[in-house]
């Protein structure tokens, strides 16, 4: 995809509402999902979704954000803003999956966490607290990877990975650049500029560090023989720059190998290994 994208422009295609969310990408890439629901403390929160699925028959918990494409799906996914029980459903799928030795797959949709007084009186602050710390120390590989909007704690509380990945135009940041601008020069209409400065592109947070790995959103494929029945040689197809669901498919395929990779990377690593090389991995930060 084209160097020329602005950060701004990327933090809009982050946003579009007809982007992959979750749900949608749990359904290409694994082989059978089961969603479980509740966090056994309050209610169930419809901005988190999580269960247990199988790639390859590997069982795995698979956990994240879920935004809606309408005012009616924004109303029951709160606009993929968790309230402290879709981070308490996730705390509880994931020490499920250490108890049961299954690898964990993030998926990170969220402007943040929710705000509102209803969330602070329900613990939202500790609860994304309790996530960070349970998350640093869980004894099971953890995979995140950031599909659209990384904002804040928000994204943080299902993000303490060992490895954490990037959509080519996913952002991920402290705060957004609507609230950066406003904080910095008191003018929320600077966002543009803000999100430049913020460096919260897959390509600014790589160059640091801070991720592992940028997902592009341009996949190459192979053509078909030709009527000689010589093979041709491999060309890039790029998918539109408003990644959908309907031009999913070689993307979700891409993202597919690479988390069977990291599976397969992971699955020998003794606990110890696991916690050390985390820990280590955020102490650098």
């Known amino acids: 995809m084209s160097e020329e994208i602005t950060a701004w422009e990327r933090v809009k295609i982050a946003r579009g509402n007809t982007r992959p969310t979750s749900l949608d990408y749990i359904g290409k890439i694994f082989d059978k999902f089961l969603e479980l629901h509740g966090d056994r403390v309050y209610g169930d929160d419809g901005a988190v979704v999580g269960g247990i699925a199988e790639i390859e028959n590997i069982p795995v918990t698979v ?39 299954r690898p ?94 913020m460096k919260i592109t897959a390509k600014d947070l790589k160059d640091m560090e801070i991720i592992e790995k940028v997902i592009p959103e341009t996949i190459s494929e192979k053509i078909e023989e030709n009527q000689e029945g010589e093979t041709l040689e491999s060309q890039t197809v790029l998918l539109p720059t408003e990644l959908t669901i309907e031009n999913m498919d070689s993307l979700a395929k891409e993202m597919r190998i690479q988390i069977l990779e990291f599976l397969h990377q992971y699955k020998n690593k003794t606990t110890e290994e696991l916690t050390k090389m985390r820990y280590q991995r955020f102490r650098k930060l």
């Open 104 to 197: 964990i797959i993030c998926f990170v949709d969220t402007p943040g966490a929710f705000c509102g007084m209803e969330a602070e009186e329900r613990g939202q602050a500790e609860a994304i607290a309790k996530n960070l710390m349970e998350l640093s120390s869980l004894k099971t590989p953890i995979l995140s990877i950031v599909i659209g909007e990384g904002g804040s704690g928000g994204a943080l509380a299902i993000a303490v990975a060992d490895e954490v990945w990037m959509l080519e135009n996913a952002t991920y940041s402290i705060l957004s650049p609507e609230g950066f601008a406003s904080i910095l020069w008191k003018d929320s209409k600077r966002a543009g500029e803000a999100a430049e400065i």
């Open 63 to 101: 956990i994240g954000h879920q935004k809606g494409r309408n005012i009616k799906q924004n109303m029951k996914r709160n606009f993929g803003m968790p309230n402290p029980e879709g981070y308490r459903k996730a705390l509880r799928l994931m020490k499920q999956a250490e108890k049961f030795k």
